[in-house]
């Protein structure tokens, strides 16, 4: 993915754009996705956040401490839809939830992590490799 990519929420009042090289893309099994996206796992994409130039009003809120950093989860206002991730550990990193892409079929996740926290009713991809921690 180095080409121009371009998202957005449900309701059309956050739009991103952002051009250049993707770092890398995953799927979370942890809890605080499960928590922030009402579903099994967070399919998201890491980027340079100097790259992301973002239209509209991102709010978001402390999603807890990842191994004693802060981590921040962002959502639209308007419409709820989870839109980022960032964590104090990486903050020249910004994490983009997958489904907001006009053109989701641009994903192509390489790996999965916290899959111990995966629930039955969503196990990880057995083809992804396991986390490069
Ligand atoms: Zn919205
Ligand atoms: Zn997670």
């Known amino acids: 993915m180095t080409e121009k990519i371009s998202g957005g929420c449900a309701c059309g009042a956050v739009r991103y754009e952002a051009t250049g090289e993707i770092e890398f893309s995953f799927n979370?099994?942890?809890r605080k996705c499960q928590r922030s996206t009402g579903t099994g796992h967070s399919s998201a994409f890491a980027?340079?956040?100097s790259m992301l130039e973002i239209q509209?009003?991102?709010r978001e809120f402390?999603?807890?401490s990842d191994a004693g950093v802060e981590t921040f989860s962002g959502f639209c206002p308007n419409c709820g839809s989870p839109m980022t991730s960032r964590?104090?550990?990486f903050p020249e990193r910004?994490?983009?939830h997958a489904a907001t892409l006009d053109d989701p079929g641009?994903?192509?996740p390489t790996f999965?992590?916290?899959e111990e926290c995966a629930q039955p009713w969503d196990p990880p991809r057995k083809d992804l490799e396991p986390a490069p921690r």
């Open 87 to 89: 964590t104090k550990r």
């Open 62 to 64: 402390q999603a807890g």
């Open 94 to 96: 910004i994490y983009i």
């Open 28 to 30: 979370c099994h942890c």
């Open 112 to 114: 999965s992590v916290f």
């Open 47 to 49: 980027l340079p956040v």
């Open 56 to 58: 509209g009003d991102i």
């Open 106 to 108: 641009v994903f192509h």
